[in-house]
């Protein structure tokens, strides 16, 4: 944080208990585990004072978790060995493992009651179930070890028994229950954030998350929370963690996880300075983010309609969305397709094919106008700062200025030009189940377009005291033509606003103090609404510009490019007959015509 970089939770993988034996031959127990692999005592040497710990973190608003294997029960050697055995009808004295026995409701209420709650009483939050632990029921009773059940209930994964238990527990105060969790089959997606394992650091392994995340909605399974950037084993590459931290902004969590070793690093500041800034900057984008990401995953509550949802859910009777395996919408009002290949060594770029369902589709980052007549896909290319998400026409996106997980005084709308749109922001106060009885505000949206188009702000509607008194807007008009002008009314008066025009992201920048419980009005005026991307030529100068390649070719294609009376597919012709060299000259033909056809 002092680098600006933003945090919201600790998460502590299973050093935090003692594990003797899995850094050497692993001994196994009774059992087959691994001695260590299940542990509710804390390893002094790395956490001698756990209280302090946590309370450093709380005040820094952090929450925390602590990793879970609980299959060997609990053993002699634990701190709580003593009163859990004695719980469990046990003799201390026999040093007898307490086994987990999750058909008892009694053996289950000690279990949370003397193994898990006085950690939550000193700070921990919530819980990592990591199991891996099989589901059998032979660490009950050995004559389970094949698969023979002796209790009809152990039809039941154990992984999913302890997912529903821990959530009914966590419940258990009025708390808002929040688990993470590995994946324990069907139905399990009411309960936990899903841990989707130990990925490799391979382009191979990013490749396959946004098509996992997307389709895993299919079985209504939403919140899957991957090892942002790999967890193990693979290579460094530094394009690769850019591309996947890009990914992690747009992932339902956003969460890094990397192995016990020097060599696999997250942290931004172990990376080279360009690398460091551009993990920084979509780090702090995902925060940014937060507004709408909430309200999305409060639509998923209340429609089961998840944040990440493949193509084909919004284009059921289209072909083509079927075909983009790995592209998504994110939310309602946001289009992502993830470049998930090293860039090409001559334009510096990474590439991805993109689907354009029809209408228009506007560069969230940058602004830039694509037009589809009928639906098409084409090729997409972007620098390493950059990343193909698409905003619709008439899209409307909340953010925040600040990192801080509430409502706060400070709302930046992205507003995109082009359609009739509505969107209502959700707000509550973050935890408990208060919500649920009207503890929370909504705050519509709308873009009448037409030939005067209007943006509204509804007065917010709800239990205010969630809310700041007056709010700062700033109103990010996206993809509108910088010849716009814009007249601001608050409750019923025309009222001076701050408005400059921002040529990177093609913005119209409007800035408005009200109070929340005002009516705002952008009115547009003017001869045309939505740019027009800027002169084609020059953009195609500035990447050739860039380009790593023979000078003398570069001068050739701009020729070719200028030619008055040349059709355009003769000039297609042409450059692939002076850059039939490698795949390399070929993606940046494809770069080029990106450019070219940006508008139908």
């Known amino acids: 944080r002092s680098i600006d970089i933003p945090v919201d939770v600790l ?62 029960g609990t053993c002699c050697h634990e701190d709580m ?144 929370s991957h090892d942002i950037g790999g967890h193990m084993l693979g290579y460094r590459d530094d394009d690769l963690i850019t591309r996947w931290m890009q990914l992690g902004a747009f992932s339902p969590i956003n969460r890094l996880h990397s192995c016990n070793t020097d060599f696999i690093r997250k942290e931004p500041w172990c990376f080279e300075e360009k690398t460091e800034n551009i993990m920084k900057n979509w780090l702090r984008l995902r925060h940014r983010l937060f507004p709408y990401i909430y309200t999305m995953n409060y639509r998923n509550h209340v429609d089961l309609e998840p944040l990440v949802q493949p193509m084909y859910y919004a284009y059921p009777k289209k072909s083509a969305a079927y075909e983009v395996k790995n592209q998504f919408m994110f939310g309602s009002e946001l289009m992502v397709a993830p470049i998930t290949q090293p ?72 507003v995109f030009p082009g359609k009739d749109n509505d969107f209502t922001l959700y707000e509550d106060g973050g935890d ?56 601001v009314v608050v409750n019923g008066k025309e009222t001076v606003a701050e408005t400059v025009y921002e040529e990177a992201t093609r913005s119209i920048i409007v800035k408005v103090t009200a109070e929340v419980t005002s009516e705002i009005k952008l009115m547009f005026t003017g001869d045309l609404f939505i740019t027009d991307n800027g002169d084609a030529m020059k953009r195609c100068s500035e990447l050739m510009q860039k380009s790593y390649f023979d000078m003398g070719a570069k001068e050739n294609v701009m020729a070719i490019l200028h030619e008055q009376d040349t059709p355009f597919k003769s000039k297609l012709r042409k450059l692939n007959f002076r850059l039939a060299n490698s795949i390399e000259h070929q993606g940046l033909i494809e770069a080029l015509l990106e450019e070219l056809t940006l508008v139908e």
């Open 81 to 224: 060995y003593e009163e859990m055995a004695r719980a469990n009808g046990i003799d201390p004295a026999t040093k007898q493992r307490v086994p987990l026995n999750l058909l008892s409701q009694h053996h289950m209420e000690t279990y949370f009651d003397i193994l898990h709650h006085p950690y939550e009483r000193d700070g921990v939050d919530f819980w990592w179930m990591d199991w891996q632990q099989g589901q059998a029921y032979w660490w009950i009773h050995e004559e389970n070890r094949d698969g023979n059940m002796q209790d009809e209930r152990e039809i039941l994964d154990p992984l999913w028994m302890l997912n529903h238990l821990h959530i009914a527990d966590i419940k258990r105060n009025g708390k808002r229950p929040m688990f993470f969790s590995r994946y324990s089959g069907p139905g399990s997606q009411r309960y936990p954030v899903g841990f989707s394992g130990d990925t490799y650091v391979t382009w191979a392994s990013l490749d396959f998350q946004p098509y996992f995340t997307a389709t895993s909605s299919n079985v209504g399974y939403s919140w899957w």
């Open 11 to 72: 998460i502590i993988d299973m050093d935090w208990h003692e594990t003797w034996g899995l850094d050497k031959d692993p001994e196994l127990d009774e059992y087959g585990q691994r001695i260590g692999w299940t542990g509710y005592t804390w390893q002094k040497e790395l956490f001698p004072a756990p209280e302090q710990m946590f309370k450093w973190a709380h005040d820094a608003g952090l929450k925390t978790a602590l990793n879970l294997h609980p299959a060997a």
């Open 343 to 414: 860039h090409n060594n001559i334009t510096q770029m990474g590439s991805t094919n993109v689907w354009l369902p029809e209408g228009d589709w506007f560069d969230f980052l940058k602004g830039t106008h694509y037009t589809s007549k009928a639906g098409r896909t084409m090729s997409v290319h972007r620098d390493i700062k950059e990343y193909p998400v698409f905003a619709k026409a008439g899209a409307i996106v909340p953010m925040q200025k600040g990192y801080a997980l509430e409502a706060g005084n400070d709302l930046e709308v992205m």
């Open 432 to 487: 408990g189940s208060e919500f649920e009885n009207g503890e929370f505000v909504k705050t519509e949206m709308t873009l009448e377009w037409g030939e005067s188009p209007v943006f509204t702000v509804k007065p917010a509607k709800g239990d205010l005291n969630l809310l700041p008194k007056e709010r700062n807007y700033q109103f990010n008009l996206r993809g509108f033509h910088k010849t716009v002008s814009v007249k």
